[in-house]
């Protein structure tokens, strides 16, 4: 156990502070099983170590840090580690890609009921699966899921200054005066393209030059790994995986018209909407229906986005539409939260009850004007009026 001490030690030392997701904030840290899920390069890993480097390392000796795709553990049981850790004063446990180790979820129950001295965190793939037959952890585990940095998180990172979250009632009710606030401390359009283009994922940081690349290695991973480990997707369709995204990229958003798309990719109906299906919960896309309720595998969405916009920069690196940037903007930094639909008489319908039309600065009210609760939500400019709020403003929902 000394060489895991040693191993996650040296990775607190260089873990920053400076800036911290505001996910950390939300979590119940004091319950004995927390579950964080989320696609891959979002930050899970980084979220844990500052936790234990803000909150426990005056107590480092009764707690672990884990990485579950460590080699020992294919010799070695989860099990046998934690009963040497608790019997040696262990408190706090730190599991890292559980989705690695096979039957995590047994062994994490057991683990869970045997030693109830022990607090455990886990992070898994976005795909993870918490309800099953063998192993039931949705009784024991409270699960947070992580999207990649709001507009809010990139502001704050980028420019030092701590922004406020809003609710959406308040930017529907308040927006002036909040955008008042916000102005006075930074200028929004500034950075605004940057983080459509490249901002969504916290490593931007490093090596921006190889961003996307780095976004296209985690694509590959999700479709070649995570996929076929955690859905059973044959390994022999990775490639037909591939091209549905690739087709999905080249409009998005997407109206799918299943009969014609299972021709072209060379699939059945079923085995496309079961595609269709895992790549949303992989959180490469983002599929929109009129009635989100009681959503099934084999239910076609009217609608599909990229799950956001700098994945639009990845596939298609020439000019995008503009459209289509503003309405997956809005859809990916709404659905944290949010129940998002699509609206039979604008773009989007959010939580059942608010009519959203997404346009630029140009954009009248005259679609809406007869609907309750309707918002026109404009691009390209700083400041609202009445019904008419910027788009860049809903960044600071999370």
Do not use: C
């Not at 099990?79 to 019997?87: E, N």
């Not at 393209?193 to 490093?206: A, R």
């Not at 596939?315 to 859809?331: D, M, Q, S, V, Y």
Request: aromatic share 14%; hydrophobic share 40%; proline share 3%.
């Amino acid at each position: 156990m000394e060489h895991f001490f040693e191993k996650y030690q040296k990775k607190l030392e260089k873990v920053p502070v400076e800036f911290v997701r505001s996910l950390i904030s939300e979590i119940n840290w004091n319950s004995r099983l927390i579950g964080i899920k989320g696609a891959r390069g979002v930050g899970k890993t980084t979220l844990l170590l500052q936790y234990i480097k803000l909150n426990l390392y005056s107590t480092l000796q009764s707690t672990l840090y884990v990485s579950l795709d460590n080699i020992w553990f294919s010799e070695n049981k989860l099990v046998d580690l934690v009963d040497f850790f608790v019997k040696k004063g262990g408190q706090y446990l730190f599991l890292d890609e559980v989705h690695k180790y096979p039957n995590w979820s047994v062994e994490l129950k057991n683990i869970y009921d045997d030693y109830p001295e022990l607090k455990i965190v886990f992070t898994g793939s976005s795909l993870l699966e918490i309800l099953n037959a063998r192993a039931d952890l949705s009784r024991r585990a409270i699960v947070y899921n992580m999207q990649g940095l709001s507009f809010r998180e990139y502001l704050s990172m980028l420019s030092g200054t701590d922004f406020q979250i809003y609710g959406l009632s308040e930017i529907l009710n308040n927006h002036t005066s909040i955008v008042q606030q916000i102005t006075s401390k930074v200028k929004p359009f500034q950075y605004f393209s940057s983080y459509l283009n490249s901002g969504y994922y916290p490593f931007f940081t490093e090596q921006i030059d190889l961003y996307h690349t780095r976004i296209e290695e985690i694509i590959n991973m999700i479709i070649e790994i995570e996929l076929p480990l955690l859905r059973n997707v044959d390994v022999l369709y990775v490639n037909k995986l591939k091209q549905l995204l690739y087709v999905i990229s080249a409009s998005a958003p997407f109206i799918p018209n299943i009969s014609k798309l299972s021709e072209r990719i060379g699939i059945n109906r079923q085995t496309l909407l079961t595609y269709l299906y895992n790549l949303n919960e992989a959180f490469l896309i983002f599929s929109v229906y009129k009635n989100a309720s009681g959503i099934t595998v084999f239910q076609k969405p009217d609608k599909v986005f990229l799950e956001n916009t700098n994945l639009m920069y990845v596939f298609n690196p020439g000019i995008l539409e503009k459209g289509n940037i503003r309405e997956t903007f809005f859809a990916n930094q709404l659905r944290s939260k949010h129940l998002v639909e699509i609206s039979n008489e604008s773009d989007f319908i959010i939580d059942k009850k608010y009519t959203i039309e997404i346009g630029g600065k140009k954009k009248n009210t005259k679609q809406i004007n007869t609907i309750p609760d309707a918002y026109i939500v404009a691009d390209d400019i700083e400041y609202g009026f009445a019904n008419k709020i910027p788009l860049w403003l809903f960044g600071f929902l999370y």
